[in-house]
């Protein structure tokens, strides 16, 4: 209450500011990166008329920033070149968050509301007339004014003393080493981690640590702003699991991720360039009529328990109920005599819980671990040839220690008691984000590029501790 309180009391009493021979004073606030990668300071304007009149911070002048959806666009595809199209309209409030991404959204917010934030238009997106009106040079912006290049944004400086919304999250040495251990790969634009079992990746309801939490407090290193999530995997699968870095690869990202969503149905599967390619490891209960194939039906969404819950499900009838079309492509990896399959599936649209329903209940082979999609699968599985005496000596003794963040990443393989999912993102396929961007500045005021030969990025995750031992124990 008292951070409100004194919110409240900074907004209410904004400085009286007249800003002809204002000089300035570097303040050690905050720093940004430019489109053009120099590096620019926010500044506190500073008047001496025999005493302080006003105190403002400064951003950067506001200079043409690339559209990332417009991006990812080329990346994918979907268009040939980048050209001015790219130089997509940004809004004030997106300029004041991307120059201070550690100001609590909330904040900016409330200062655009409030009427707290000003504008220097530049000296050539100026008419005559306005520039015989110096008086009306800096005036008040709202949140969803386009910027002009060159134009200068004011916040109060009081908002330099306020705290920010980021909560600290504390961990211990092992947990800290842990949580970078994950880290698979670490470039200007993106961050690509080994997601453990059981670890969600955002926060909600009784869940005290989350990835998304989490990579916001440590895994920064340079970089001020907070690693973005761009895609999701579910708490219980494992693998690969990509983050921006910045608000602007993270854009690219999550524009790539919806273009391979959006254009599965409307390409040639044989002869289409994958841009984005995703590979999962799943061992499910019995085996597919086929040894490969491709799987494409509507999925929709069942409500159920009066609303306390939901699941996904095939839908027969598209005119009656909402639904998404979903693609997957599979092929058996190997087969095991105890009635289990490992699989590769790839799935080339990203709906809720896809490869989960189309293990279920397109194949009828219900991921081991999914008890939610195969409950009853699971309560007619007989496991006792697994414990066979002949496979027992080459089962290793698990370690019981206490694990980082809580996580039981020792057991639920197919010998315990309650098998965890056995679905892993092992391999991903992804379009250099950060070389993207920089041809993209590069190109952004000349002729356009051809994305089409932008080098992509590999990446395989070794698969956890449950279902290595899973695999061991069947394949051998």
């Known amino acids: 209450m008292a951070v409100l309180s004194q919110l409240r009391r900074a907004l209410l009493r904004p400085p009286s500011v007249t800003y002809g021979g204002a000089s300035t004073l570097t303040s050690p606030y905050h720093y940004v990166h430019t489109e053009n990668n120099s590096t620019a300071f926010i500044k506190a304007e500073v008047e001496n008329n025999g005493k302080t009149q006003g105190k403002w911070l400064t951003l950067p ?74 008086e009306c040079q800096v005036k008040r912006v709202s949140a969803k004014d386009s910027m002009r290049y060159g134009d200068t944004i004011y916040l109060p400086i009081t908002v330099q003393a306020l705290p920010t919304e980021k909560t600290e999250c504390l961990c211990t040495e092992e947990e800290l080493k842990f949580l970078h251990d994950l880290e698979l790969y670490k470039d200007p634009a993106i961050i690509v981690i080994n997601k453990p079992t059981g670890m969600p990746v955002q926060g909600g309801i009784g869940i005290k640590r989350s990835l998304d939490e989490l990579a916001g407090t440590y895994l920064r290193h340079e970089l001020s702003e907070a690693p973005r999530l761009v895609h999701r995997l579910d708490r219980d699968s494992s693998g690969i699991f990509v983050l921006g870095r910045t608000q602007l690869s993270a854009t690219v990202l999550h524009s790539v991720f919806r273009e391979k969503t959006v254009g599965a149905s409307n390409i040639d599967l044989k002869s289409e360039k994958r841009f984005l390619q ?15 194939g491709l799987i494409s039906v509507p999925l929709g969404k069942v409500v159920m328990d009066d609303g306390r819950s939901e699941r996904i499900t095939v839908v027969d009838n598209v005119s009656t109920t909402a639904s998404q079309h979903a693609i997957t492509e599979y092929r058996v990896l190997d087969s095991s005599i105890h009635g289990l399959t490992w699989l590769e599936l790839s799935p080339l649209t990203g709906r809720k819980h896809q490869l989960r329903v189309h293990c279920a209940e397109v194949l009828g082979t219900p991921i081991v671990g999914d008890y939610k999609y195969g409950w009853q699968a699971h309560k007619k599985w007989n496991r006792a040839q697994i414990f066979s005496s ?83 124990i069947l394949c051998s």
């Open 61 to 134: 002048p506001f200079n043409t920033t690339i559209n990332g959806a417009s991006l990812g666009k080329n990346i994918s595809g979907r268009r040939k070149s980048i050209g001015e199209e790219d130089a997509g309209t940004t809004t004030a409030i997106k300029w004041v968050m991307g120059c201070c991404p550690q100001l609590p959204r909330s904040l900016v917010q409330k200062l655009f509301r409030l009427r707290q934030v000003r504008r220097k238009p530049s000296e050539s997106s100026k008419s005559v007339g306005d520039v015989d009106a110096p």
């Open 278 to 292: 995703r590979k999962y490891w799943a061992l499910v209960i019995g085996s597919p009529r086929r040894p490969q």
């Open 390 to 472: 002949n496979l027992e000596p080459k089962v290793e003794v698990c370690n019981k220690t206490s694990l980082p963040f809580g996580l039981k990443l020792e057991s639920g393989s197919v010998i315990d008691k309650q098998p965890n999912l056995h679905l892993h993102c092992k391999k991903m396929v992804l379009p250099d984000v950060s070389s993207a961007i920089k041809l993209a500045r590069a190109r952004i005021s000349s002729s356009g590029y051809d994305f089409a030969d932008i080098k992509s990025l590999k990446f395989d995750a070794p698969l956890p501790p449950h279902m290595q031992r899973s695999w061991d």
